[in-house]
T-cell receptor
Framework: SQQGEEDPQALSIQEGENATMNCSYK?????LQWYRQNSGRGLVHLIL?????REKHSGRLRVTLDTSKKSSSLLITASRAADTASYFC?????????????FGQGTRLTINP | DAGVIQSPRHEVTEMGQEVTLRCKPI?????LFWYRQTMMRGLELLIY????????DSGMPEDRFSAKMPNASFSTLKIQPSEPRDSAVYFC?????????????FGEGSRLTVL
């Protein structure tokens, strides 16, 4: 069953604006990851935030995690047309010493030039 | 590094036929995952292996689906018999516990169409 639920399902903004996507989940996690998927391609890892972290930055990406609310957000600043893609959060738990990643439904982001 | 390699990239088959999807993980990775992606259901985790051992196959839809990992460099996902509702993109991904990021590396997927 799906763990994370992304919000919104689709987002369309103008180039240069910031894009914010949210992810909610239901059970305890070891860490949470965000991935990007271009049309017709496999998913690519963007950033990981551990359960004891509250915020993390990587380039134009900023991720927050609130374990009390079981939610995370991904902010892309100064968006570019090349950021057009689907973005997924993945909740990670440890099962028998192995990481289990369960993905949400994703947010389809469109950046208009 | 070659990345995760999946084959075939596209497969069109008729209902009732057997389908075998193949995956070669990144060398040195010890965890392998199979996902299925559809518009309706999103990305579903079917099964994952750690050190070639299946850890959790609760996502496998039904007995028509089976997966094997005979060695660290090869895995198969088999559907027998196939049905139109199995049409989807099937992704294989690998990771290593020693990775500081714990990230998954995905293949480009196998697009299956069952007529």
């Amino acid at each position: 069953s799906q763990q994370g639920e992304e919000d919104p399902q689709a987002l369309s903004i103008q180039e240069g604006e910031n894009a914010t996507m949210n992810c909610s989940y239901k059970t305890s996690i070891n860490n949470l990851q965000w991935y990007r998927q271009n049309s017709g391609r496999g998913l690519v890892h963007l950033i990981l935030i551990r359960s004891n972290e509250r915020e993390k930055h990587s380039g134009r990406l900023r991720v927050t995690l609130d374990t009390s609310k079981k939610s995370s957000s991904l902010l892309i600043t100064a968006s570019r047309a090349a950021d057009t893609a689907s973005y997924f959060c993945a909740t990670v738990s440890l099962i028998q010493g192995a990481q289990k990643l369960v993905f949400g439904q994703g947010t389809r982001l469109t950046i208009n030039p | 590094d070659a990345g995760v390699i999946q084959s075939p990239r596209h497969e069109v088959t008729e209902m009732g036929q057997e389908v075998t999807l193949r995956c070669k993980p990144i060398s040195g990775h010890n965890s392998l995952f199979w996902y299925r992606q559809t518009m309706m259901r999103g990305l579903e985790l079917l099964i994952y292996f750690n050190n070639n051992v299946p850890i959790d196959d609760s996502g496998m839809p039904e007995d028509r689906f089976s997966a094997k990992m005979p060695n660290a460099s090869f895995s198969t996902l088999k559907i027998q018999p196939s049905e139109p509702r199995d049409s989807a993109v099937y992704f294989c991904a690998s990771s290593t516990r020693t990775s500081s990021t714990g990230e998954l590396f995905f293949g480009e997927g196998s697009r299956l169409t069952v007529l």
